[in-house]
């Protein structure tokens, strides 16, 4: 019963409020395009890259580990970050109490596994040691994290410790931003990064030493360096390599790289008591809020943390946690701090900020906050015991997020983050039952549950031609091998023996997933470079609508304004182009309800795709009105997300009858046509499948495409001459007949952006 669960009723009771709404609102409208309002946002997130992982170290036993009890009370501990100086801080890290015998065997191996528990310093410290070595006068220090968010929260740790600016001797690198210089002798960056940079430099002769960190999270990108470390390691006997874990799993590690030496960085933890719920919870957002509540006004003091699954049940309780205080007359302050990977980094950096005195914080965090971000102070946890993860399904093709139950592994990390600077608790939102016989023991490996169509680009242009034989710590599903091998033959990026095709290769050079490099490509023969690398840019960033709960209305009456009928993706390069116009001007932002940040990084994405199409001369041109060619290479990039209506604002995945929605945000929603085919950037699973932006396209565009796919038949002469079209699966085994492609009709009539 625990697995079968996809969502909170709370949330869902809000969502129907939401959904009345819109119905009252849609009666109220004038004419269709008025009548089109948005409901409930669900997943905004671009998931372009997983940001919910969940570590994987494998602690079976769930007494929490007490190895140094407090000495000085926990009071005065949590109280220490605030009154000593950054260097008593940094003294004081269990890190730096082994720091000669660390910096000896690192010294004498070439490759290392650290272990320690989270807070112990691997991540700030040990960069900082190994350029206090000296190491970093033959090259620099790279430190790879498999979150963004950690990436440049850590650097900009490590640049305060060291006193230098952000971007000076310490730096990072994510994806489309680069906040290095030439003078960086410490680099933090997403695996990723480094996975691109073994692109340009097989050897990775920029860095003199190396650092997996959080290896134990088995991110994707990071299975896969250290396959591809293990064979740099060999030829370059120069390169310290250091790969860390939260706890245990070491051995594996170890052994991967031929048995080489695990150094422990002996912790300090605080026990925590763990407390079951007697019965399973009905809805866990209400119950944590409930937990929460209790806490603050009968429990000492201590911050709490709490587990959420996602941005939407982070919210939601978030605003519940405000609501219910607000009733409760002798209640004292509490900030209610909300943490995920989407959300901006200067309210991300408020977690980190400290309480005024007396003041008790509550933080929501996604299992972002089990191992990658360590916040102070926390006193209570409370564990909901699920998690969004991203799963792919090799026989849809197709990537999901999905709640799942997490692991006993991560349910201990979770527990342990109340135990860091003194004795805490932990409340678990689920029996003891579910936690031994329901729960595995350690979370399942990213690389073998997603959509690999990436990594298997990467891999084939480094020269890897047997994927099968790559030396992976754990192999992915051969099935998901090769339906990401499919997924890229159908894009023209490999041939029928598998070898990378020349629009393979271009692919490789940008940062994208491989549709969406698809449809920069297909705009080159289609004349409209300009507008592709728009909307590929916008595609790339969070979502650029803002849309405050108390006034959703006004709101949603401005997206409005931006839509175009046919097409969200068209819709995008409308707020754009714009947003460019106004003198990508901050107040029309405000006015227009766009968030200004995500404007600003898109245009700078915009023109980091640019420089690479100006490498690979690429020339940038408009297709001025002809917005068909654009929707043409819409079509190319997703022919393997192709829907075909069904009935009115529900379609199904023409190559697997799987259902998808339009969502109520979409420009093609409540509107008086219905597309009969469209295509669609990705699928969300929220109350249903719902696809999230979506382009009506004409028939002949996919059979032209993917002739692999799709083929196009002339099914029906009718009386007035006109012929009926419609695609069919190559190999399809039930034909059908349909009525003309409506997409087509409405395009002319389209206002121009
Ligand atoms: O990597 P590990 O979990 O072993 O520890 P760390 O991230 O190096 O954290 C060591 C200490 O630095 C912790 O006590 C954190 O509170 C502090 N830290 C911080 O204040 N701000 C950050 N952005 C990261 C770490
Ligand atoms: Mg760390």
Wanted: net charge neutral.
């Amino acid at each position: 019963a625990i697995l079968s669960r996809r969502g909170s009723a709370l949330v869902k009771e809000m969502r129907e409020k939401k959904e009345q709404a819109r119905v009252m609102k849609s009666l109220e409208g004038q004419g269709t395009a008025l009548g089109n309002i948005m409901g409930v946002k669900t997943e905004s997130d671009n998931t372009t890259q997983a940001e919910e992982l969940d570590p994987a170290e494998s602690h079976k036993t769930f007494k929490i580990a007490m190895e140094r009890a407090s000495e000085a009370g926990s009071a005065a501990v949590s109280t220490f970050a605030r009154t000593k100086s950054i260097k008593e801080q940094r003294e004081y890290l269990p890190a730096f109490a082994c720091r000669s015998q660390l910096t000896k065997v690192i010294r004498e191996n070439q490759i290392v596994v650290i272990v320690g528990e989270t807070g112990s310093g691997k991540t700030t410290q040990l960069t900082q040691y190994l350029h206090e070595e000296g190491y970093s006068k033959v090259g620099a220090i790279g430190c790879t994290q498999p979150r963004r968010v950690a990436a440049m929260s850590v650097a900009k740790r490590v640049s305060d410790e060291m006193g230098c600016k952000l971007g000076a001797e310490v730096g990072y690198a994510i994806r489309f931003e680069d906040c290095t210089s030439p003078s960086t002798v410490i680099k933090y960056m997403t695996d990723g990064v480094l996975l691109r940079e073994s692109l340009r430099d097989p050897d990775v002769d920029n860095y003199s030493a190396i650092i997996i960190d959080e290896a134990h999270e088995r991110s994707l990108q990071t299975d896969v360096l250290l396959g591809l470390l293990r064979r740099i390691a060999a030829r370059r006997r120069d390169l310290k390599l250091i790969i860390t874990s939260a706890t245990m799993n070491a051995e594996k590690f170890s052994e991967f790289f031929g048995g080489v030496p695990i150094f422990t960085i002996p912790g300090r933890t605080f026990k925590v008591e763990v407390l079951y719920s007697k019965n399973p919870c009905e809805d866990y957002v209400e119950a944590a809020v409930k937990q929460a509540l209790s806490i603050h006004l009968a429990q000492p003091v201590g911050d709490i943390l709490i587990f959420m699954t996602g941005q939407e049940d982070i919210q939601a309780t978030c605003d519940c946690i405000k609501e219910r205080l607000l009733s409760i007359k002798e209640a004292s302050p509490l900030s209610v701090l909300p943490i995920y990977s989407q959300l901006p980094a200067d309210l991300q950096a408020k977690i980190f900020e400290r309480s005024s005195q007396g003041h008790r914080k509550c933080i929501i965090a996604t299992n972002i906050a089990e191992t990658s971000l360590t916040v102070d102070g926390i006193r209570y946890v409370i564990d909901t015991g699920y998690c969004k993860v991203k799963v792919f399904n090799p026989r849809i093709g197709m990537d999901a997020l999905q709640i799942f139950p997490i692991s006993q592994a991560a349910s201990n990390q979770r527990a342990g983050r109340a135990g860091r600077t003194g004795p805490g608790s932990c409340y678990r939102l689920y029996t003891e039952s579910a936690y031994r016989h329901e729960f595995f023991a350690n979370n399942v490996p990213e690389i073998q549950r997603t959509n690999l169509s990436n990594v298997v680009l990467l891999l084939k242009s480094l020269g890897v031609g047997d994927l099968l034989k790559f030396d992976f710590l754990d192999p992915p599903p051969t099935d998901t091998l090769l339906s990401s091998m499919h997924q890229l033959w159908v894009l023209d990026a490999i041939d029928d023996n598998g070898s990378l095709t020349s629009i393979g290769s271009n692919m490789v050079e940008f940062p994208l997933d491989p549709p969406l490099s698809k449809m920069l490509l297909a705009a080159i023969k289609e004349k409209c470079t300009e507008e592709v690398v728009t909307i590929v840019s916008m595609l790339s960033v969070p979502s650029v609508f803002y849309r405050p709960k108390e006034r959703a209305e006004e709101s949603d009456i401005a997206r409005e304004k931006f839509f175009v009928p046919e097409s969200d993706h068209l819709t995008l390069l409308n707020v754009y182009k714009m947003w460019r116009s106004h003198g990508s001007n901050d107040k029309w932002c405000e006015q227009n309800f766009v968030q200004p940040k995500a404007m600003r990084k898109a245009s700078e994405v915009r023109s980091q795709l640019l420089d690479i199409m100006k490498q690979q001369k690429i020339d940038t041109l408009s297709a001025g009105v002809q917005w068909d060619r654009v929707r043409k290479c819409i079509a190319a990039a997703y022919v393997h997300k192709a829907g075909r209506l069904k009935s009115i604002g529900e379609y199904f995945n023409i190559r697997t009858g799987m259902p998808c929605h339009l969502h109520p945000t979409s420009a093609l929603y409540g509107l008086g046509y219905t597309p009969e085919y469209v295509v669609y950037h990705e699928l969300v699973m929220t109350s249903k499948e719902y696809m999230q932006c979506v382009t009506a396209v004409s028939p002949e565009w996919l059979a032209e495409s993917c002739p692999m796919f799709y083929s196009l038949r002339i099914t029906n002469f009718r009386k007035d001459g006109m012929e009926t079209k419609t695609i069919s699966m190559t190999k399809a085994p039930r034909p059908e007949i349909v009525p003309a492609a409506t997409a087509r009709d409405s395009v002319d009539k389209k206002p121009e952006p």
